[in-house]
């Protein structure tokens, strides 16, 4: 396989979302700042975001909304299901999105308290927590 | 070293799992059954345009809820944790904040108004356009943390922002129980008149709970601004 050919098969969302999947894995793993921690994981959750959407992305298919775009008249159901994308993915993506925020002011909030606590924001300093 | 190492080998392993995806390996060449089933009823069944809103409020409506309340326990966590007691302020007198410019003073006042004007019409059309509550939640929140950015000494009303928010959550579950009894079973949106589709009144409930959403999450995202300001008693 040559590697234009390679080139050519990549999915463009799915692939950018995998390069940030690794980029927040990364971040989480090798980061000991708290701070850098939650961001990395609110990278990773964009990035799973755009792999799941990339599922639900046909060629040539437009948004699952109906209206006159899609439909001549919009009496025409079963024609205009044959030209809209997969609306599973974005339903789910949508969903994700709120609870990736939640999660994200969550965290940020206990590394807030634990360095007021006077703890510090790296994760070295919470050696005790190890198993 | 050891951990370096590690840390290199779940990376590398996660993209040699991920390299198909990127290949296309999940892009179907037409929506499987579920979702061409999703795609022909919505309009026909709910009367809504919008396949992704008839599914995230109707056919996934329990699922909804369930988000809804995640977000309501993250504001309170948020909220809980970051008091001014809790972050070891005490009694301190609050330090005075740097104030605000002009140009933020003055752009506050003219874009309040629009922002939330904005959000409220991306909620009410969430059955006919791209949008709905959690996308005009986040909007009218945007507001008010211009407002918290150009005014730092002011304190939101959390009277106001409790209120707004535990009025539409028992609401959003209030329109559940009507379509349970009186169309087919707990959030059916055909409790309403469906409506001509395409209209701004149509797609029976799901405006109604959508807009009651984009409150509640506006209300619950003005909250956590509130509590990261950190000055919360």
Redesign the interface.
């Known amino acids: 396989m040559s590697i234009l050919e390679f080139v050519s098969?990549?999915?463009p969302v799915?692939?950018s979302g995998?390069v940030l999947?690794?980029v927040g894995?990364?971040g989480v793993?090798?980061r000991p700042n708290l701070f850098k921690i939650a961001i990395a994981t609110s990278v990773m959750e964009t990035g799973v975001n755009l792999?799941i959407l990339?599922?639900?992305?046909?060629?040539g298919r437009t948004?699952?909304?109906?209206?006159s775009a899609v439909a001549g008249t919009?009496t025409d159901?079963?024609g205009?299901?044959a030209r809209?994308?997969?609306?599973?993915p974005?339903?789910l993506v949508?969903?994700a999105?709120?609870?990736g925020?939640?999660?994200t002011?969550?965290q940020?909030?206990?590394a807030?308290?634990l360095r007021?606590?006077g703890g510090g924001s790296s994760i070295e300093s919470y050696g005790d927590e190890k198993w | 070293m050891m951990r370096r190492v590690l840390v290199f080998l779940a990376v590398a392993g996660l993209a040699w799992a991920l390299l198909p995806l990127a290949l296309g390996a999940g892009v179907p060449e037409a929506p499987g059954a579920l979702a061409t089933a999703y795609l022909t009823d919505a309009p026909e069944d709910f009367g809504a345009a919008n396949v992704v809103t008839a599914i995230v409020v109707s056919y996934r409506g329990f699922d909804t809820l369930g988000e809804v309340a995640v977000l309501f326990a993250a504001t309170a966590g948020v909220g809980a944790l970051l008091t001014r007691k809790r972050l070891g302020l005490g009694d301190a007198e609050p330090e005075a904040k740097p104030a605000a410019t002009e140009i933020l003073v003055t752009a506050t006042g003219l874009l309040t108004g629009l922002l939330v004007m904005f959000g409220v019409y991306i909620f009410l059309h969430g059955h006919l356009t791209p949008g709905g509550g959690f996308q005009g939640g986040v909007v009218i929140a945007t507001a008010l943390l211009l407002g918290l950015l150009a005014r730092p000494e002011s304190k939101l009303s959390h009277g106001i922002l409790a209120a707004v928010e535990s009025l539409s959550g028992a609401a959003y579950v209030g329109m559940g129980l009507l379509g349970a009894f009186l169309a087919w079973g707990f959030l059916d949106p055909r409790a309403l008149p469906l409506g001509r589709i395409g209209s701004l009144v149509s797609a029976g409930s799901i405006p109604v709970i959508y807009s009651l959403i984009g409150l509640k999450v506006g209300a619950e995202l003005s909250g956590i601004l509130d509590a990261l300001k950190g000055d919360r008693e």
């Open positions: 098969r990549i999915n799915a692939a995998a999947v690794l894995v990364w793993l090798a792999v990339s599922t639900g992305y046909i060629r948004a699952p909304i109906l209206d919009a159901a079963a205009a299901a809209m994308t997969d609306p599973v974005q339903a949508l969903t999105i709120v609870i925020l939640a999660v002011a969550l940020l909030s206990y807030v308290r007021a606590a």
